[in-house]
Structures are given as structure tokens and as C-alpha cells.
């Protein structure tokens, strides 16, 4: 994030307005209505890049649920990169195709991807989430300002940090209960000694 970006209320305007198209169902096996790979294909060629039948074959899904919602945030995505700004920024393809591929995949546990359209919160995350990983801050934030509102703001570093206190509770109920019983041992050993 050494790199000013665009203005956040921009992007998260941007996305706020999204056309239907970009909201419609991916296209996995027989349903669906949008070909992600077809769309990312022609963001990475609006970009100033080029791409390989094989850079897209992550983009055409299976027929899991979880994966369905992993290409409706890439269709988040896509709209958000096609800003102007991106456009005149032109990233590098493999940036462009990491977003897409890792970024999406890590906002999807998080979120349904209409969500990254709807809320408000998870419009902020998604933009804040694309530029970090392009290398970018919004205008007019230090890179500790960004980074601080990133981490505040991800869903995943919320579920991340939920399931580390789970194991830290797992683990100190575990260690009251091999107290408990350590302390009922010694209680019963005394209590025959006497």
C-alpha cells in the first residue's frame, strides 16, 4: 500500500451503482446467466492486457455453492476494477488476475456477493481489499491509516480471529477441566491417607 490510490467514496459509489448484469448468476454448468471468464477476459484486455485461455480457466466454476458465490464476487470485482481509474492506472495482469483469483476467494468466505453491492461495510472492504492487494491506498490515508481500516473492516480477519478465540476457550476449558480432576485426585488421596 506505498502507492496513493483513487478517492474510497469513488469506488464504493461505484459499486453501490452496479448494473444488474454485474449482480446476475454466474454461469456454472447449465445455470446461470453470466460467463465470469468471458468478463474477466475482456477486464484484463480494458486494462491494456492480454489473456491466456489458461488464465482463465479459474474463472469458470464448478457446481458448488461456495464457488458460485466466489464468481459472484468476481463479478464484483470486475466492476470495481473497470473504474476509470484502474483503467488509467492500467495494473499488471497478473495483479489484475491474483485480485481476482485470491481476493475473491478470500472476500467470498466472509460474504454472499450481493452483499459487497448492498451493505455498505462489506462495499468498503472489497474496495479497500482490491487496492491493498494491487499495491494501493485510498487517497488521502497513510499506509497505517489504510491498513488499520482494512483490518477492522475484513470478514475474514473477523473469522479468522473468532476461531482463534474458540481454540484459545477450547483450550483453557480443557486445562480447567485436567485441573479440576487433578485437584479431585489429590483431594481423594489425602482423604484416604487420613
Known sequence: MDREGPALETLTRRLAEAPDDFLAEPRVGGAGRVHVAAVVGDLVRMLGGDALAADLRDFTGSTDARDRNRLGVVMMLCWLLADEWFQQARPGV????????????DLATGAPAPKFQSDPDRREEIARFALALLGYRPAGETPAQAQDRLTSLSSAERARVLKAARAAEERARAIREALARKAAEESADKWTRE
Do not use: M
Not at 497478473?94 to 476467494?105: H, I, K, Q, S
Open 94 to 105: 497478473t495483479e489484475v488476475l491474483r485480485v481476482l483469483r485470491e481476493g475473491a476467494a
